[in-house]
T-cell receptor, first 111, second 113 residues
């Protein structure tokens, strides 16, 4: 699985968009980009995933660059409850179910 | 409600006393997995199971056992716990054969003295 690089920490004002970047320059053609988050010491929570097209769901949007070497998770209107560690994970499509968690980005949303 | 449950949520035990952490999911998922989380080391996979009676080692399997006799259950067994197994443990499950999300349990905080 490709290695990912994320900033250690970020701040965001409540109500503003939080843009969390992830670099995955060694991603291969059949690998997906996944985002999970972990609030305090709770179990990680799935947010979104994508292959090459931009994706949006009720939680967030995922923007993947055309060369697929980086992506950005966007929380459009961050709330205090979005304070968490966000993990960007690159994973093969079919027979690799293991998630390899890096250190993630600690997002602090402030009032 | 779709969920992964773990029991107990908190456990303090002594070195060498066998213990089992249970994990159960109600989503009919084929794939289940155990992770441990330690400060500075992130989440690491201990064991995983592709389906009933099919288990395999993850990255840090030493000192742990698992079994998968039923699809919904995937217990983690520590035959002789040691202090270096003090950690936060998570069970996860997902459907197989695609790019499905994994659902995580709430975690079990284990302390071995």
């Amino acid at each position: 699985d490709a290695k990912t690089t994320q900033p250690t920490s970020m701040d965001c004002a409540e109500g503003r968009a939080a843009n969390l970047p992830c670099n995955h320059s060694t991603i291969s053609g059949n690998e997906y980009v996944y985002w999970y988050r972990q609030i305090h010491s709770q179990g990680p929570q799935y947010i979104i995933h994508g292959l090459k097209n931009n994706e949006t769901n009720e939680m967030a949007s995922l923007i993947i660059t055309e060369d697929r070497k980086s992506s950005t998770l966007i929380l459009p209107h961050a709330t205090l409850r979005d304070t968490a560690v966000y993990y960007c994970i690159v994973r093969g499509g079919y027979n690799t179910d293991k998630l390899i968690f890096g250190t993630g980005t600690r997002l602090q949303v402030f009032p | 409600e779709a969920q992964v449950t773990q029991n107990p949520r908190y456990l303090i035990t002594v070195t060498g006393k066998k213990l089992t952490v249970t994990c159960s999911q109600n989503m009919n998922h084929e794939y289940m997995s155990w992770y441990r989380q330690d400060p500075g080391l992130g989440l690491r996979q201990i064991y995983y199971s592709m389906n009933v009676e099919v288990t395999d080692k993850g990255d840090v399997p030493e000192g742990y056992k698992v079994s998968r006799k039923e699809k919904r259950n995937f217990p983690l067994i520590l035959e002789s716990p040691s202090p270096n197994q003090t950690s936060l443990y998570f069970c996860a499950s997902s459907s197989r054969g695609g790019v499905y999300e994994q659902y995580f349990g709430p975690g079990t905080r284990l302390t071995v003295t």
